[in-house]
């Protein structure tokens, strides 16, 4: 029937419901159990059409169930204690607070950047792995109290939804999302106006940034919008989706989220009475514009460049999570310069006041035509880490360019590995296993869970037995769907309901499809995987989930190779894969595997959180020795695929997967089916259990957090207030331009052993002199290099450096008692470096003077 017109009908909650929009639009829900019960139980089937979203849920709600609800008192007192959870959990002291009170730290506020943040499924605005892990930085960040604020953007459409075609190739689709089907409010002035700011653009255009907020329990998530009607249709699309468009289009969005991201923040706690943020630190590169930001706003005081570069080094944190150097965004010079718009006088209408020249100095390279996001970071930052250890290792040597003169070892970049929020990635019936292996402390801060024998064998067993039928259940319920998607009929998908088996040795593998992790590792010899698959004493299957980057051709084809091989190799009853990807699904699969697959080729994984996930809950490790696991390796509680060193990356990955599928067939299947008289695997789940309870601690967010606490934002705050007390970064900088001029006339010279007679157990006296020219001793450190004779002429072997000094020495000679335990051939040196309160390290100045002979 053809409609004469339409009208909107919108719900209107009754005032005994109203504390249901409270917790709905705190997402503290998505990481606690009674809340999502709670919004579950109003409707179930409309939970889940809504994509586990409470704000959509109570839109959608009818009249007739929103009175049943309001007259049904037990529901009213589930919701009651919900309310009262949540206030109790604001406003508790917690770990930061106890740690700091009484202490300048406490006043420490931390602006957290990053381009994506996956918080809940429901607040669409991640990709993968470092949205998941900004969102669980934030979480824990709310649960240990840290003093952070998180700085994003809120992308109209998010990222892409995945489906397959019939051939198997990824196809992609987006969804709007309008904020006010979102967790989001507007942060208001004092006018009761959204908030908003500006970045200038070239052509003299300005883009108007809306600003919203969601609250992530006690920790606020600013989010920036260019999609309203201020702005021209090409600037309203600048948030439209993430990591989607062209160069220009990211090189517009980095800006929107470092320059708007600051002023935002900043007119964000202005607004709240809140400290203004003293310590900057930037997730990744995508905010490295937020530096210049800041020096432009410390030269409106009057300052020079180089005191304001000083004062935001002081203060600024970068971390990098990509260890090759095709992960970094690289832009071409001149659109950088084109964006940063100098005028007449070469200054910045971008960041008004700064020079443009050196602001691409900040950014420059070995090619001179690029402008790199990560070497501008690094630059902006004095504080720099990795996300694991071995990729703190990679990136000094990636990065070491920047610290000429220096080794390797001493390129100021250090680590703090990453970790998982114990909460949200625990599910429902693994909880009480990590409750009791804790002890019942607080898991936020718990670095040990000492009770591994809390729970019993047969307890255990029954809970990963039901998680992974969980797992089974989900995954034949979509694969039917997407093979309807796929254009497959009904009747032709009888075998939907019967693939996979609830009790047979599950293998995952789930991660963003990009060539070096390596989908297809386990393809290389297709026989022998289906041998596995359908041993029909030991079988085994995979549950596989991923997306590939739309503009990423390889990935799609690796994609669409596995999609195949389920298809055609007669195995779609072992081998299966989950398309569209998301964090509902991930929770499934994490929980509901037996073997957590990672096979990237070493060293390019930074970290890998998901093989952390499936710790969690019971999920064994099979790893090459990457990202997390180099770190914690141990063979009594995974498995690790051993590494191949070869120059053909094809005959490396034959290798690699035949030491997979040995590991499979002879070791983990083996291990898996041994059961005892009452079909127990004992040797499994002894595994289980102590890899939950020794790795379980090591990999949680809250861990991850606290060391970034300690190890970084309260130094960082302390060296913020300390380069802006009393001009202290003017004479920093001042110090810096004395030190580059005086540098080249610094001579160290009459090095000597005055203890030939070396000896175990006695000490070995290094002096020098050193001319010091137009300097003084306040401004050098002198060191003694020590250690064995390298494999190379004139190479030390893993040197250890002394501080040598003026006191206690004749005349004018530094020196430095070493002592000796054991015996054999070394080699020493000495070096002289600047010295100064403010300079974090003296690699950072490329400045070091070695003997002349």
């Known amino acids: 029937m053809k409609a004469f017109d339409s009208l909107d009908v919108q719900t209107v909650l009754p005032e005994a419901l109203r504390p249901l929009e409270t917790i709905a639009k705190n997402l503290r829900w998505s990481w606690r159990p009674e809340s999502e019960r709670l919004f579950r139980s109003i409707d179930d089937h409309l939970w889940r059409e809504t994509g586990h979203n409470p704000i959509t849920l109570l839109k959608r709600l009818p009249a007739s169930r929103a009175a049943e609800l309001a007259a049904d008192g037990e529901f009213l007192h589930r919701m009651q204690q919900e309310v009262e959870e949540l206030e109790s959990y604001l406003s508790l002291d917690r770990w930061y607070e106890k740690q700091t009170r009484g202490t300048v730290d406490a006043e420490t506020t931390v602006a957290y950047f990053s381009m994506e943040f996956g918080i809940a499924q429901s607040l669409p605005i991640y990709s993968g792995g470092l949205g998941v892990l900004s969102g669980d930085h934030m979480k824990s960040a709310s649960d240990l109290g840290a003093p952070i604020i998180g700085i994003g953007l809120l992308y109209t459409y998010g990222y892409f939804t995945q489906t397959l075609s019939r051939e198997g190739w990824q196809q992609e689709g987006y969804t709007e999302h309008p904020a006010d089907d979102l967790a989001v409010l507007p942060v208001l002035d004092g006018y009761g106006e959204q908030v908003k700011v500006s970045v200038t653009f070239p052509d003299d255009r300005e883009v108007v940034i809306a600003v919203w907020k969601a609250q992530i329990g006690r920790a606020p998530l600013l989010l920036l919008d260019t999609n309203i009607a201020e702005n021209s249709e090409d600037l309203r699309s600048i948030t439209d989706r993430l990591y989607g468009g062209d160069v220009e289009h990211r090189i517009k969005q980095e800006l929107v989220l470092g320059v708007g991201g600051v002023r935002a923040v900043q007119e964000y706690c202005r607004i709240e009475g809140r400290n203004q943020p003293d310590v900057f630190h930037m997730n990744e590169g995508h905010a490295g514009f937020s530096g210049v930001e800041r020096i432009s706003q410390i030269m409106a005081t009057g300052e020079s460049f180089e005191t304001a ?335 191949v060193e070869h120059h053909d990356g094809r005959q490396r990955d034959l290798l690699e997967s035949q030491a997979l599928y040995d590991l499979l067939e002879h070791e983990i299947a083996p291990l898996f089916y041994d059961r005892d008289a009452q079909g127990i695997p004992q040797g499994w789940i002894d595994r289980v259990r102590r890899s939950m309870s020794i790795i379980g601690p090591k990999v949680s967010a809250e861990r991850m957090v606290r060391d970034y606490c300690t190890e970084l934002y309260i130094p960082a705050g302390r060296s913020s207030r300390a380069a802006q007390e009393n001009g202290a970064a003017r004479e920093y900088a001042e110090w810096q331009q004395k030190l580059t001029a005086a540098w080249p006339s610094v001579v160290v010279h009459d090095v000597r052993n005055e203890s030939p007679d070396a000896l175990t157990g006695g000490d070995v006296r290094i002096t020098a002199k050193v001319d010091l020219g137009a300097l003084s001793s306040d401004d050098v450190r002198l060191q003694a290099i020590i250690g064995r004779v390298g494999a190379n002429p004139g190479e030390i072997a893993e040197p250890e450096t002394f501080e040598m000094s003026l006191d206690g020495w004749d005349d004018d000679r530094w020196g430095v008692e070493i002592p000796f335990d054991e015996p054999g051939r070394f080699s020493y040196t000495v070096r002289a470096v600047p010295k100064h309160e403010l300079l974090f390290s003296p690699a950072e100045m490329g400045m070091v003077k070695f003997p002349v002979r």
Request: include cysteine; proline fraction near 5%.
């Open 309 to 643: 570069l000083a004062v935001v080094r002081a203060s600024t944190i970068f971390t990098t999570h990509t260890p090759v150097p095709a992960g970094i965004d690289r832009f071409d010079m001149h659109l950088a310069s084109r964006y940063l718009q100098a005028d007449a006088e070469g200054l910045s209408k971008l960041a008004p006041g700064v020079p443009v020249a050196k602001v691409l100095a900040l950014g420059a390279e070995d090619d001179p035509s690029r402008f790199n996001m990560a070497h501008l970071g690094l630059r902006s930052a004095q504080y720099a880490n990795g996300v694991s250890k071995l990729h703190g290792k990679v990136s000094r040597g990636m990065f070491r360019d920047l610290y000429p003169n220096y080794d390797q070892r001493e390129v100021p970049i250090g680590s703090i590995t990453n970790g998982v929020h114990i909460p949200t990635w625990t599910r429902g019936p693994i909880k009480s296993v990590v409750s009791a292996m804790s002890g019942g402390r607080d898991l936020a801060t718990a670095n040990h869970w000492r009770e591994a024998d809390a729970v019993g064998s047969q307890e255990l067993w029954r809970i990963r037995n039901e998680l992974r039928a969980d797992l089974v259940e989900r995954a034949r319920k979509l694969v039917h769907q997407s093979w309807l998607t796929r254009g497959a009929e009904e009747a032709e998908l009888g075998w939907t309901r019967k693939m996979l088996d609830e009790k047979t040795l599950t293998i995952g593998f789930a991660r963003r499809v990009s060539t070096y992790k390596r989908l297809t590792l386990m393809l290389q010899n297709p026989e022998r995987l289906r041998a596995i698959l359908t041993n029909p004493d030991r079988p085994v299957q995979f549950i596989i989930a991923g997306k590939a980057h739309p503009a990423d051709m390889g990935g799609k084809q690796l994609l669409q190779e596995l999609v195949r091989f389920a298809d055609e190799a007669g195995v779609r009853d072992r081998i299966t894969f989950l398309p569209d990807y998301d964090v509902t699904i991930a929770k499934f699969l994490i929980a509901g595997c037996d073997i957590w697959l990672n096979n990237p080729i070493r060293p390019q994984e930074a970290s890998g959180t998901s093989g952390m996930k499936a710790v969690m809950n019971g999920c064994l490790t099979l790893s090459t020795s990457d990202g997390w696991w180099d770190e914690m390796r141990d063979d009594e509680l995974g498995w690790t695929i051993p590494d």
